[in-house]
């Protein structure tokens, strides 16, 4: 197992589908994912919350699978919503999305960089070298 999900009996409870502490495992590489819009690759911006989350979670998705990953070697993801009323959507697209991987999880208010952008969100994954053969890329 690569990664090791921390949740202790003597901290509370996480709730909606993350891990309170993940321990990554040795001999791990990392990909850090700068922060996904919701922008499409022909600078098209949906509208919704709903639409604009699954395009994110699609380019979140699409940067995992340039390096030869995959949903379930993400370890962290902080995702920066525009309006508390999204809260609930989001943890349900995530947990839909994410299909039982538990990242280390914060969502955070926040006013993103262009205001039709509703949310933004970024990424740590880790992939055991042991686990899974890779591709370099330049």
Known sequence: MPHQTHNPDDAPAPIGGYAQGLEVRPNA??????GQ???????????????????????????LRSAGME????????????????????????QEVLSGVQ??????MAQTLESQWLLEIEAVAAQNMERRSYRLTG
């Open 29 to 34: 590489r990392y990909l850090f994912i700068s």
């Open 37 to 63: 819009i919701p922008e499409s690759v022909g600078a098209e911006v949906p509208d919704g919350f709903e639409a604009q989350c699954r395009l994110v979670w699609r380019n979140i998705e699409a940067v």
């Open 71 to 94: 949903l379930s070697d993400l370890v962290q993801v902080r995702t920066y919503l525009t309006h508390p009323d999204q809260v609930e959507a989001n943890s349900r697209i995530r």
């Open 103 to 108: 990242p280390a999880l914060t969502v955070i």
